[in-house]
């Protein structure tokens, strides 16, 4: 399929920038300010600055910054997250301009935790050897540092915000090479003529019944790249964070306890309070994700629980208040007190290492089409991602990304034409539901362990879906996220079945 808008389309404006960046979390607001001021530039967002995986960031941002660190030993951490399969030259780009961005966020006034001794407060998480993450807010690092740039981005005349605006697709000239983007705003098509498109489009949580995204992650930017023929890459690895907060109610989005309680001395225990990852790993607690999550699912399947518990109750209550706010009022209003209760978790979809393959500058193999953030496949995280490098890569690769772009043509008004596209029936069929069955397929046969014959069975069903999909149209937003949604779970799912082999994130129990 090369559009999810049909021939019905009625587009009633027509809008020009030089550059188009598709996401105002980390990386969209990051690429804009390093866009050149002369440069026309568009930020779209699907809802407001406050909705993305960056707002949500908790734990911070990796970077070798302190005195006994240095961008050898991140590497070095990285590599063995990414287990073999990380490319060693974009983790030396991260590692090496890592500390340099921190340092232009310190400059521009993102409000990082600073010590008693007025330092940078580093802290360390799973798979860190060193104490090499920076906070803010305490546990609201995202938050923090997404209000910190989106005041400067305000602040730039070149730049357009554009809330509730959704990206749909991307047009090719007759060389395929990028000339255009199609969007809605307030229910109307909206042309938007440009030589650039930065897909920033974040993770792809909604694909699962619980995640730790919010409702925009559908996928859309990678699946909008898949339409017009972007390769994307390394999708059958998804990180799942051991510790999400456990409810039995369905939620939108699952609340995360941070990596950090482990990394300050929270435990993981059973019900009997026994620390089962003790043995398991030499980190225990603090192993890298997978492994955590995976012992989490093997405690779960011989106890037959649901959850199992962090225990963070040996730090006093004004530790805890002052380090972890957002987490300890969030279990505050669910009548967990964190300073007396344990706090029960799950494993829940967090993180994309794969997406739309970009080379080290976040290039695609579209002229014009650039990728960066979750969406992106940079190659930095390998199989399995090293907590926190993922808002650092936002920023590395972010920048490089603008770099790249200074070279590029400026847009020439009114020269392309939404091409002619068959229409297509409209959709009659509950869009609600298919989602659900697409979410529940994903959590049963695509989760933590895998095997190839469900992967095989929800591959099929999600296969008919989309063609269901595929073939018909509906001017009902769920429409749209549907189909990416079912997108980008068949292209994890096949890109799964092609990995025999259990490696990182992806564990297959047949074959391992
Ligand atoms: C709860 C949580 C905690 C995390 N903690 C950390 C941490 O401590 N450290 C760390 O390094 N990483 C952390 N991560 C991961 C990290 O936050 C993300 O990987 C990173 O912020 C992604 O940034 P992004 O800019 O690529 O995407 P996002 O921040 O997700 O932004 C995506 C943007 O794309 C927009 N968008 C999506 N589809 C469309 C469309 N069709 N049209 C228009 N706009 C669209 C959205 O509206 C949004 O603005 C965490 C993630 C979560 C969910």
């Known amino acids: 399929m090369r559009y999810a808008i049909d021939g019905s389309v009625k587009i009633k404006t027509t809008l020009s920038f030089d550059v188009v960046i598709v996401g105002s979390g980390l ?11 002369y440069r026309t530039c568009a930020i779209l967002a699907k809802e407001e600055i406050d909705v993305s995986n960056s707002w949500l960031a908790q734990g911070g941002i990796a970077a070798a910054v302190a005195v006994d660190d240095n961008p050898t030993f991140h590497y070095e951490d990285t590599l063995t997250a990414g287990a073999g399969l990380c490319d060693r030259e974009a983790v030396n780009v991260l590692v090496n301009e890592g500390p340099k961005e921190i ?124 339409r017009a023929g972007a390769e994307v890459k390394s999708l ?90 957002t987490i300890f009022e969030e279990c505050a209003s669910r009548g967990i007190d964190i300073s007396k209760d344990w706090i029960p978790v799950a494993p829940v979809q967090h993180y994309l290492m794969g997406g739309i393959k970009t080379d080290h500058w976040g290039r695609t193999a579209i002229p014009g089409l650039y990728a960066c953030g979750e969406a992106a496949c940079t190659g930095v995280h390998g199989a399995n991602r090293l907590a926190s490098n ?46 659900l069955r697409i979410q529940d397929l994903m959590s049963e046969y695509g989760y933590v362990i895998r095997n190839s014959e469900g992967m095989k069975f929800a ?13 018909t149209t509906s001017d009902d937003p769920r429409y749209l996220e549907t189909l990416n949604v079912a997108t980008v779970a068949e292209a994890i799912l096949t890109a799964a079945l092609a990995r025999p082999e259990s490696v990182g994130s992806h564990y297959v129990e047949d074959t391992k």
């Open 27 to 37: 990386a969209g607001l990051y690429t804009a300010l390093n866009v050149e001021t």
């Open 103 to 226: 340092n232009r966020l310190v400059s521009q006034g993102v409000p990082f935790d600073l010590d008693e001794a007025g330092d940078l407060s580093i802290t360390r998480e799973g798979g860190h050897h060193k104490n090499r993450v920076l906070h803010a807010g305490g546990d609201a690092t995202g938050r923090e540092t997404v209000k910190a740039l989106s005041h400067l981005v305000a602040k730039r005349p070149n730049i357009t915000f554009c809330a509730h605006t959704t990206f749909y697709d991307i047009l090719l000239d007759e060389n395929g090479v990028v000339n255009g983007a199609v969007v809605t705003r307030d229910g109307e098509f909206v042309l938007i003529e440009t030589r650039n498109i930065v897909i920033a489009t974040g993770g792809i949580g909604q694909v699962y019944r619980a995640s730790t995204n919010p409702s925009v992650a559908t996928g859309d930017g990678i699946a909008a790249a898949m």
């Open 236 to 325: 059958e690895f998804i990180q799942f964070h051991p510790t999400g907060l456990w409810t039995d109610k369905k939620e939108s989005r699952t609340f995360l306890i941070s990596e950090a309680v482990r990394g300050d001395g929270g435990l993981l225990k059973n019900a009997d309070g026994e620390r089962f990852m003790v043995g398991q790993h030499e980190l225990a607690e603090l192993a890298p994700r997978d492994i955590v999550a995976r012992g989490i699912v093997r405690e779960l399947e011989k106890s037959g629980e649901t959850h199992v518990f962090v225990d963070i109750t040996a730090e006093s209550r004004e530790f805890l208040e002052h380090r972890f706010p």
């Open 459 to 471: 591959e099929g069903q999600i296969a008919a879906i989309l063609k269901q999909l595929e073939g």
């Open 390 to 435: 993922s808002m650092l890569e936002c920023l590395v690769f972010g920048r490089r990304a603008a770099v790249d772009i200074s070279k590029s043509p400026a847009v020439t008004p009114g020269s392309v034409v939404v091409p002619d596209i068959a229409k297509r029936p409209n959709a009659h069929f509950d869009l609600g539901a298919l989602r």
